[in-house]
């Protein structure tokens, strides 16, 4: 006797190709359902999904018991999960047509889901011309930064900040000069951008220092 297809089972594979991990899936006609995530070195992960019954109540004392199939709800997890940031949105969640993902429908999410990450990424990159602020970066963005293995000035800013030790500003850490006080802090770094000269900065420094304290002579007197 041939196994019984997951079709004549009522149920469905959802196939999760992404590493990250979702909070349980919550409703009230089966409860909690968690979404698998593949482990490392997995190219996907299954959650199968069965049918169930939900009661629908009509008021005194009556209810009617309804099917819910199980296409119809990993159709509606794997909306929810794909579909809550923005344009295009692909989080790599999609319902198999048989009990396994063909090569086709693995190799068609990973597109859309690199897609939608390079959308990201490309978004991140606008964000950060205009504002050069990591706090208008979102995780999602980051996460999607690092999947594509890219490297990115906005995905190294969640450092604490520092302080000025001149004017006690926050400053980031890793900058040559102060932007709130034009403090050199990394003096080597600013010769090389050429926001001081090189080599005979630190002379010169010294010497500013020196004329300050203890004005000379002006040359020709
Ligand atoms: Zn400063």
Redesign the pocket.
């Known amino acids: 006797m041939a196994t019984a297809t997951a079709a004549e089972l009522g149920t469905v594979s959802l196939v999760n190709i992404s590493t990250e991990k979702w909070p349980p899936r919550h409703r009230t006609y089966f409860g909690s359902l968690e979404v698998r995530s593949p482990e490392p070195g997995e190219p996907y992960a299954i959650t199968t999904i069965r049918g169930c019954t939900g009661v629908m109540d009509l008021g005194d004392k009556r209810t009617m018991e309804y099917r819910i199939t199980a296409r119809e709800i990993a159709d509606d997890i794997a909306r929810e999960l794909n579909g809550d940031s923005g344009e295009g949105s692909f989080h790599g969640v999609f319902v198999a047509a048989g009990e396994l993902p063909t090569a086709a429908e693995l190799s068609d999410a990973c597109r859309r889901l690199e897609e939608f990450q390079r959308s990201l990424v490309k978004a991140a990159d606008l964000e950060w011309e205009r504002t050069k602020n990591p706090m208008f970066i979102t995780d999602l963005e980051r996460r999607a930064a690092r999947q594509l293995g890219l490297e990115k000035p906005w995905l190294y800013d969640l450092k604490p900040l520092a302080d000025?030790p001149?004017?006690?500003?926050k400053?980031k850490p890793g900058v040559a000069v102060?932007r709130?006080?034009?403090?050199i802090l990394d003096r080597e770094k600013a010769a090389q951008y050429g926001l001081v000269p090189p080599e005979k900065s630190r002379r010169e420094a010294s010497a500013k220092q020196d004329a300050a304290s203890k004005p000379l002579p002006e040359a020709g007197e």
């Open positions: 000025c001149v004017c006690a500003e400053i102060c709130s006080c034009g403090a």
